[in-house]
C-alpha cells in the first residue's frame, strides 16, 4: 500500500510547489511516486469560476478519488490538498460542515498530513484566491478540524530548501515506521489550542519535533 503524503493550508502556502518539489525528491531517491493535483483549481480554470454550494461534494469526492487511484503501483502519493480543503471553504463560505466527515475519514489510514504555515509572503496567482485576510481563518478552521477528528499531522514551515527538507524529514521518518506503525491512527502528537494565533513565525518551533 502507497503512503499517502497530504499537504493542507490556506491559500498561497506554497502547496503545489512543495508537492511536486517532494514527488521530485522522492523520485531521486528510487521511489515510486504520484503527484496528485488539486481538482478544485481544475473546474475553477475550467468554468471561470468558484463552484457553487451544490457543487463543492462532487469536487470534494473527486480529489479523494484521485488520491486513491494514484496508489496503484506507486510508493508514495504527493497530494496538493485533499477533501479536508474543500470541507473547510464549504464551511468559510456557505455554512456548510456536511463535508467534514468524509474527508476526514479519507485522511485515516496510511496517510501523513503536513500543513504549510503562514510564513510565506502572499502572492496573488492570477485566478481565483481571496487574499490575505483568508489565510488565519483558512489555517483556524484546518487546524480545528484536525484536531477534532483526531487526525495525526505535522507543520511544515521555512521558504525553498528550508521548507522542503522540513517535509522531506517527515515523510523520510513516516517510510522508516515498521508497516503496523504506519497504518495505525493513534493520538495526535500534538494538538493545536490557540484560536487566536495564525502566524507563522510562531509555529517554526514545531519543526524540531521532526522527526521524532
Known sequence: MALTVVLLGAESTGKTTLADALGAALAGEGHRVAVVHEHLREFCERHGRTPR?????????????????????????????????????SDLLFADTSLYASALEALRGDVLVLVTALDLPWVFDGLFRDGPHVQGPVNRLVRDALVRGRIDHAVVSGSGPDRLACARAAVQHRLAAP?????????????WACDRCSDGDCERHLRLRLPR
Open 53 to 89: 454550494v451544490d457543487e463543492q461534494a462532487a469536487i470534494a469526492a473527486e480529489q479523494t478519488r484521485r488520491i486513491a487511484a494514484a496508489g496503484d503501483g506507486h510508493d508514495v502519493v504527493v497530494a496538493d490538498t485533499a477533501a479536508l480543503m474543500v470541507a473547510v471553504y
Open 179 to 191: 508497516d503496523a506503525d504506519r497504518g495505525a491512527r493513534a493520538n495526535p502528537r500534538w494538538q
